[in-house]
């Protein structure tokens, strides 16, 4: 519902809602803001403010309005010394747009198809079985994220990008420092170059030796003219900074919340033809994305009778659209029975998340390994997870089990 604009000087600028510590969220105030504001103008720790949307109607159609653009990590919030029509920073994916991002997304369509993470779910169960022989013979409580849910999914990623997985020591640190808000310009600059130096290197690997994996595909498609090189350096930042990091936030969110809801670990156990379902209720259910993706309105836009104007931030809040109870009954509970389920963990529109269909294998076949291999697992008694609490998505980065 639009009315008049308000002045922006009559907004409130409020706090960024955060979960307690120690949880995962989404902070209990996303339900008050859908229903008394849900146009909020928050200011974030860094100190610059942005629009928090929270309704799932206005979040559907926000993602996917081309009146916002993604702007660059390193470039978004402004950081001290940054002058207008200095070089972009970290160009991944997200951030390209019309015909060169078009072209990207066809040549990935196939690669990151249905029909094709299928066809690599046994190589991708290997991939988890080979972590999980040694935890299950190993020390009792172990740290299940540390020794599984956080390699696994860069392992598989690695494998079908064509990442050499030895070389994560040197990418992920890199990697985390790029995701990092703290950086300085010249922190970002130095980190950025190193990357795309990396990727770069990787391609011109390829070239020469060609595998079964997306960066092979990407170097053909620029020799023969349908891609532009550019576009597979982004790509391959893309992979570094947004190809793991969710995933194994969804792992180590999904496992804790299924062995801390009692019964639910065992129900999905015994009853495997639950599993699809219920990986969509996760997807829903768990936080992943809370906060993270950020737009930027390229003109004025009108919602809800106030005026996002060309230039301010606006959050689209994925995980408090996907509690709305106009949408989900009951939507603050999981159910992982639950039927009809149009979340939007995965956004909408161009950019939405080219890897969710290997998203969605990793977290199927990561529970049935564990329900194979790990029947009785449960939280360790006297040791507790050690969790993320720095940024608006919360996660366990330590998760001590026994079985
Ligand atoms: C549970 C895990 C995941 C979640 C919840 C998730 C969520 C998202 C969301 C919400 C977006 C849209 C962001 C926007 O609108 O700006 C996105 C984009 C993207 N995701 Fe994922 N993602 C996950 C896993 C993955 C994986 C495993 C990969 C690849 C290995 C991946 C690669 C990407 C890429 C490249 C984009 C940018 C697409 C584009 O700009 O065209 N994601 N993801």
């Not at 849900?38 to 009146?67: H, M, N, Q």
């Not at 950081?79 to 990935?108: F, N, V, Y």
Request: with cysteine.
């Amino acid at each position: 519902m639009n009315t008049t604009p308000e002045p922006d000087v009559d907004v409130p600028v409020i706090d960024l809602p955060l979960p307690p510590p120690g949880t995962m969220g989404p902070p209990e105030e996303y339900g008050r803001l859908r229903r008394e504001c849900p146009l909020a103008k928050v200011r974030l720790p860094i100190g610059a403010t942005a629009w928090y949307a929270t309704r799932y109607e206005d979040v559907k159609e926000l993602v996917a309005d081309s009146r916002l653009i993604r702007p660059s990590i390193t470039d978004w919030p402004p950081r001290p010394g940054r002058a207008p029509g200095d070089e972009p920073g970290l160009i991944t994916m997200m951030e390209l747009e019309g015909p060169r991002h078009a072209a990207l997304r066809r040549a990935l369509s196939e690669p990151f198809s249905v029909r094709s993470i299928r066809s690599r779910l046994p190589r991708i169960r290997q991939s988890a079985d080979r972590l999980l022989d040694p935890f299950v013979d190993g020390d009792r409580p172990g740290d299940l994220v540390g020794r599984f849910l956080e390699p696994f999914p860069i392992t598989v990623m690695c494998d079908l990008v064509g990442i050499p997985y030895e070389d994560s020591g040197y990418f992920l640190p890199r990697a985390d420092a790029a995701l990092g808000a703290l950086l300085t310009l010249e922190q970002g600059r130095g980190v950025t170059s190193q990357l795309r130096g990396y990727i770069t290197s990787l391609l011109d690997r390829r070239r020469c030796e060609p595998g079964d994996d997306m960066l092979t595909k990407l170097v053909s498609e620029c020799e023969h003219g349908t891609l532009d090189h550019e576009s597979a350096v982004s790509f391959g930042l893309s992979m570094l900074v947004a190809g793991y990091r969710t995933s194994t936030m969804f792992l180590a969110d999904a496992v804790l919340t299924l062995l801390t809801s009692p019964g639910e670990y065992a129900r999905l156990r015994d009853h495997r033809d639950l599993l699809p379902g219920a990986v969509e209720e996760l997807l829903r259910y768990l936080p992943v994305m809370n906060g993270v993706v950020v737009l930027q309105a390229v003109e004025d836009i009108e919602l809800h009778g106030r005026t996002i104007r060309a230039g301010d931030a606006v959050l689209p809040v994925l995980a408090a659209a996907n509690r709305d109870e106009s949408v989900f009954a009951d939507g603050d509970r999981l159910d992982l029975c639950r039927v009809d389920n149009p979340h939007l963990a995965f956004g909408r529109g161009a950019h939405n998340c080219v890897g969710s269909h290997l998203a969605r294998a990793q977290m199927t076949v990561c529970l049935e390994a564990l329900f194979d291999r790990l029947p009785q697992l449960r939280p360790a008694e006297d040791d507790h997870p050690v969790w993320e609490d720095e940024s608006p998505s919360r996660s366990p980065r330590t998760l001590p089990v026994s079985w």
